[in-house]
C-alpha cells in the first residue's frame, strides 16, 4: 500500500462544474495535509493546508480532512480552464518528526470551456 | 517579497560527474528541504534542513549530501552521477520545520 495515493486522472469536468480531488493516506497519526498545484513544466505551488478534521475554505477551494476515513480532499468550485494542472496531496506522516512530506503521484485535471 | 530561489535552472552532467545545487529560501524562512521529482511521479524527499541541523533524511544513497549555511541557505550535493538522477530538484522553505512548505522553481539536471 502507498503511503499517499490519488487517482492519476485525468478528471475532466466542464467549465463552471465542482471538481473533486481525493486522497487516502496509510499513516493514522498523520497531522498535516496539503495540497499543492503543479502546471506542466512548473514547480508546485500551495494552495491549501488544513490540520483538523472537517472543511477548510479559501475562494474557491475548499480542503475536507476525514482523519477516521484517512481521507483528504480537494474540492474546486466553478472550475475555470486556467485550473488545468497535476494537483498533489502531501502529508506529513506522524513519524518523521520533521516537515518531510509524502506526495501522491497527482491527479491531473481537466477543465474544459 | 521574493520566494524561494533556485539555481541553476537547467543543468546538463555526465555519469560519474558531481553536481552542486543552490537555494535560498525565503527571507525568515529557517527550514529548507530538498524534493526529487521525475516525470509522472511527485516529489520524494531527500533532505530537511532546520537552523543548519539536518532534520531528516529520505531513502536515497550516501552520494546525495545536503548542508545549510548560518544565513539559511542550502546546499545539495550529489557525487558520481547516474543516469537515474535525471530529475527536477525542487528546494522548499518554511518558517519552521512542521510550517507549509514553499517551493522554488527547481533545478532540472540532466545526466547524458
Known amino acids: 500500500q502507498k503511503e499517499v495515493e490519488q487517482n492519476s486522472g485525468p478528471l475532466s469536468v466542464p467549465e463552471g462544474a465542482i471538481a473533486s480531488l481525493n486522497c487516502t493516506y496509510s499513516d493514522r497519526g498523520s497531522q498535516s495535509f496539503f495540497w499543492y498545484r503543479q502546471y506542466s513544466g512548473k514547480s508546485p505551488e500551495l494552495i491549501m493546508f488544513i490540520y483538523s478534521n472537517g472543511d477548510k475554505e479559501d475562494g474557491r477551494f475548499t480542503a475536507q480532512l476525514n482523519k477516521a476515513s484517512q481521507y483528504v480532499s480537494l474540492l474546486i468550485r466553478d472550475s475555470q480552464p486556467s485550473d488545468s494542472a497535476t494537483y498533489l496531496c502531501a502529508v506529513n506522516p506522524s513519524s518523521s518528526n520533521t516537515g518531510k512530506l509524502i506526495f501522491g503521484q497527482g491527479t491531473t485535471l481537466q477543465v474544459k470551456p | 517579497d521574493a520566494g524561494v530561489t533556485q539555481s541553476p535552472t537547467h543543468l546538463i552532467k555526465t555519469r560519474g560527474q558531481h553536481v552542486t545545487l543552490r537555494c535560498s529560501p525565503i527571507?525568515?524562512?529557517?527550514?529548507v528541504s530538498w524534493y526529487q521529482q521525475v516525470l509522472g511521479q511527485g516529489p520524494q524527499f531527500i533532505f530537511q534542513y532546520y537552523e543548519k541541523e539536518e532534520r531528516g533524511r529520505g531513502n536515497f544513497p550516501d552520494r546525495f549530501s545536503a548542508r545549510q549555511f548560518p544565513n539559511y541557505s542550502s546546499e545539495l550535493n550529489v557525487n558520481a552521477l547516474l543516469l537515474g538522477d535525471s530529475a527536477l530538484y525542487l528546494c522548499?522553505?518554511?518558517?519552521?520545520?512542521?510550517?507549509?512548505?514553499?517551493f522554488g522553481d527547481g533545478t532540472r539536471l540532466s545526466i547524458l
Open positions: 522548499a522553505s518554511s518558517l519552521e520545520d512542521d510550517q507549509p512548505q514553499h
Open positions: 527571507s525568515g524562512h529557517k527550514s
